[in-house]
């Protein structure tokens, strides 16, 4: 190589590698900038959590009233939460109802969802029931909350079965006919559900309870009604379909009768 050439391949091999630094030092600045503005979008995060809390909060108050309303009104319909549980697709609620769960839960004349006042904290469910053959208690709770050391727990009422009517103990129930198949996993009663305290963060029946059938537990409560009006309309549809098809066939026979008339009156003028 010449001295020429050597000097040039120097020259390069500098450039090159100052490039690097340049480039190494850009995106280390941009690193820390990134890790900056990620700051500042986790402070806002954490700013729009406590905003939301209080807004929760507010309107948890403001529902009251209309929550107490509903309780009132859903009292004067026989088994309107029986109803509504064992028409509830999700979780396979219907699939922890035996024949002899459902009986019982004819009994029950009152569902009530608490939410605590800072709502992270946790939640409770009253299950209120009329005097009944299968137990003493007038009201059965389950609670949901986060201990000290900020894991999920739960705690519920124990059961007072009267003698010979413990629900929990009978593995030879059969599921309701809208039962869906029941998973191994799942418990034998819908009432052991209530001394199931394994997973309380990962209570399916309870966050569904809460979330999906507290809120609005009418539309379940309606679910065979409303299928029977979808029925109802499907027929109807059916119907004019056919009568439009009826009529078809009925116009097309006339033209056809129209057209044979010609084909004669033709053949006289000829």
Do not use: C
């Not at 390069?12 to 979008?41: L, M, R, Y």
């Not at 009251?64 to 319909?77: D, V, Y």
């Not at 739960?154 to 059969?174: F, H, M, P, V, Y």
């Not at 098809?245 to 003028?269: L, R, S, Y």
Request: proline share 4%.
């Amino acid at each position: 190589m010449s001295a020429s050439a050597a000097k040039a391949s120097r020259k390069e091999n500098s450039n090159h590698d100052g490039a690097d630094e340049t480039s190494e030092k850009e995106q280390q600045e941009a690193i820390e900038h990134i890790d900056e503005v990620q700051n500042e979008i986790d402070r806002l995060n954490e700013q729009a959590s406590e905003e939301i809390l209080k807004v929760e909060q507010k309107y948890n108050k403001l529902r009251q009233p209309f929550f107490q309303k509903r309780s009132e009104l859903i009292a004067k319909i026989p088994n309107f939460w029986v109803t509504t549980f064992v028409n509830h697709p999700k979780v396979n609620i219907s699939a922890l109802l035996g024949e002899e769960d459902e009986e019982a839960l004819h009994y029950l004349s009152k569902v009530e969802v608490t939410e605590f006042e800072d709502i992270k904290s946790g939640y409770r469910i009253d299950f209120s029931f009329d005097e009944n053959p299968y137990f003493e208690n007038k009201v059965l709770s389950k609670e949901f909350n986060v201990n000290e050391g900020g894991d999920p727990v739960s705690k519920s009422t124990e059961i007072k079965w009267k003698a010979g009517k413990d629900l929990t103990k009978r593995s030879g129930q059969t599921p309701n006919k809208a039962g869906k198949k029941r998973q191994h996993e799942e418990p034998e009663s819908f009432f052991t559900w209530f001394t199931d305290h394994s997973d309380a963060g990962a209570d399916e029946l309870g966050e569904v309870i809460k979330d999906d059938i507290w809120p609005n537990p009418l539309q379940y409560y309606l679910v065979p009604d409303m299928e029977d009006e979808e029925g109802e309309d499907d027929e109807e549809e059916d119907e004019e379909g056919l009568e439009d098809i009826d009529e078809g066939e009925e116009e097309e026979g006339e033209d056809e009768d129209g057209e044979g008339e010609d084909g004669e009156d033709d053949g006289e003028d000829d």
